[in-house]
């Protein structure tokens, strides 16, 4: 989370701007003394010109990036008698703005703190300032008070947008309220969508851990083909895979992993050997045969007995007894038991290669270790 920018640019300046867009006590001197009680409120609204001076001397060395000597002035303002409750806020604004900058964050949050005691701060202002708050305690890991903080904001703003809300689950999150974490997130898809906005790859994700942690496997397949139409990537075919498994989508495991195979996204032995296994659970042997083979010869798959014998399989399920021969005579050499020699010969047998057929079964009885020995003197 960009914390900082939306700190910087979008609260603690609105704050900050508020200063100079009043302008001080003094400059309302010169003016017509007929005045309606609005622009009184406007004048107990502004600084004085001691206040303000200081504030603006402040505010330039802030600029000169010499936060220290701006906090020493303003920390000697905030103790001068007399200060009125608006240039407490603007002080205080600035102090938590100061100590921001210096990484100061428990001293920014007392800042922002007293800020909240002030009665005569204005509703604006203040939800700008819980909002802030809310930032604040959660990147000093203060979970709770921030989702408090944010129970409070949302009952200040009446028109939210979607990241306060993403902001709030991630709070819920943290101190592991993964149920809780549905409806924040959901809402911030939909305001999103009222505003014709764009809904983010990461509020996806985490709504997809939300329902994963209650187990709504339905939920969590749906979300899945949300992220790979959008923002399609290896891990959430993989995910929405593992969505049909738990769900018994047999039909539907297969061709997420066949997708994902189409688009060049298998990579590992693992993901080779599961594809080749759904091939041949779905009557498609033949496809498994010329994947196991073409990844044997990439070296992607390793030449062992195992892998031999599912290859040796995948051909015969496909009546493909002569490519199975190859991969039965590699399977057999690298066995210390002999069922792999029996079907090496009995697919010589049904390739019509009866000497071949003899020295394969002699050889499996040999090496021993046959489910059924009797049978295989049968075939001698």
Not at 23 to 35: F, I, K, L, M, V
């Amino acid at each position: 989370m960009n914390i900082k920018n939306r700190f910087i640019s979008g609260i603690i300046l609105s704050l900050v701007c508020g200063i100079f867009a009043v302008g001080p006590a003094y400059a309302a001197q010169d003016e017509d003394e007929e005045r309606s009680s609005k622009q009184k409120t406007k004048q107990a609204q502004a600084v004085s010109k001691e206040v303000y001076d200081r504030i603006e001397k402040a505010q330039l060395l802030i600029d000169e990036d010499d936060d220290q000597g701006a906090l020493k002035i303003l920390n000697a303002l905030l103790n001068k008698k007399n200060i009125t409750e608006y240039e407490q806020q603007n002080v205080l604004n600035y102090i938590g703005f100061v100590n921001y900058n210096l990484e100061n964050i428990p001293q920014a949050i007392d800042a922002y703190e007293r800020m909240l005691q002030i009665p005569s701060l204005e509703l604006q202002v203040r939800k700008q300032t819980v909002y802030t708050l809310a930032q604040l305690m959660t990147m000093e890991e203060k979970y709770a008070q921030a989702i408090t903080l944010l129970d409070e904001w949302f009952v200040l703003e009446t028109n939210p947008a979607s990241d306060p809300y993403i902001l709030y689950a991630q709070n819920l999150y943290q101190i592991n309220r993964y149920a809780d974490m549905v409806k924040p997130i959901e809402s911030a898809i939909a305001v999103a969508a009222k505003r014709e906005l764009p809904a983010k790859e990461d509020w996806y994700v985490l709504l997809n851990f939300a329902y994963f942690q209650q187990e709504n496997y339905e939920k969590v397949r749906d979300i899945q083909k949300i992220l790979l139409v959008n923002w399609p990537k290896k891990r959430y075919w993989f995910s929405l895979a593992g969505a049909y498994t738990e769900l018994g989508e047999d039909n539907n495991l297969m061709g997420a992993y066949d997708a994902a195979h189409t688009q060049g996204l298998l990579e590992s032995e693992s993901e080779f050997l599961t594809m080749a296994q759904l091939y041949m659970q779905h009557e498609v042997p033949y496809k498994a045969g010329m994947l196991i083979e073409k990844e044997m010869a990439s070296g992607r798959v390793e030449k062992n007995a195992k892998n031999y014998r599912l290859l040796s399989q995948a051909w015969t399920l496909a009546s493909e007894d002569e490519k199975s021969v190859p991969a039965l005579q590699a399977a057999a050499k690298l066995s210390d038991e002999g069922e792999l020699n029996l079907r090496l010969g009995n697919a010589h047998l049904n390739l019509g290669q009866y000497d071949e057929c003899v020295i394969a079964i002699k050889e499996g009885i040999r090496k021993g270790g046959i489910k059924s020995p009797d049978n295989a003197q049968i075939s001698l």
